[in-house]
């Protein structure tokens, strides 16, 4: 590919990208949600212009919405979590043992998911809970999270497969 053509196509995914970012503050599953829409976008970069090209638009779509999005919890959920694992997800998957990949899965995502709670409450001063709220709510919405996260990797392995085997060919003769 030419590099003023990877070029124009990141930049418009990344424009793309902080556009819907914004779309993560109308209500509170949108923030889970955008994120993971936004991520899915690092497929078609990844696998058609290669990963330094997914690379770049992560961090240039990071950056604006860091300066951008208003949605603190959006931003952090798309910087430290769902903007990267696509990119990275192959390399998980490489992984021959299969419970020892599920493991590192988990660890990664619960780490980072309590790294983004953690700064959105000490960084920010969001609360992660409203007065008179229980504290089993963290224990739930966690369990929530986790299950949203095994959907999404699944996710992503599917779309991983439809796009090369229907979409990548067609998009690679258009981008010559």
């Known amino acids: ?40 976008m690092m497929i078609m970069l990844r696998r058609t212009f290669g990963t330094a090209s997914a690379w770049i638009t992560y961090t240039a ?8 999005v208003t949605d603190r919890e959006c931003m952090l959920m798309y910087v430290l979590l769902f903007g990267f694992y696509p990119i990275i997800q192959p390399k998980l998957n490489r992984i021959k043992i299969s419970l020892l990949k599920i493991i590192v899965k988990f660890i990664l995502f619960n780490t980072l998911f309590a790294v983004v709670q953690i700064m959105l409450v000490y960084v920010f001063g969001i609360p992660f809970l409203e007065e008179g709220e229980g ?5 739930l919405f966690t369990v929530m999270m986790n299950m949203l996260f095994i959907i999404y990797d699944k996710l992503l392995i599917n779309l991983t497969r439809l796009y090369e085997i229907k979409i990548e060919k067609k998009i690679k003769k258009y981008f010559k």
């Open 1 to 40: 590919m030419k590099n003023a053509t990877t070029l124009a196509v990141c930049s418009i995914v990344t424009a793309l990208s902080v556009v819907l970012m914004f779309f993560g503050g109308i209500t509170f599953i949108f923030a889970y949600i955008m994120p993971m829409l936004v991520g899915m």
């Open 61 to 68: 779509t990071s950056v604006l919405s860091f300066i951008l």
């Open 135 to 139: 504290k089993w709510l963290i224990i």
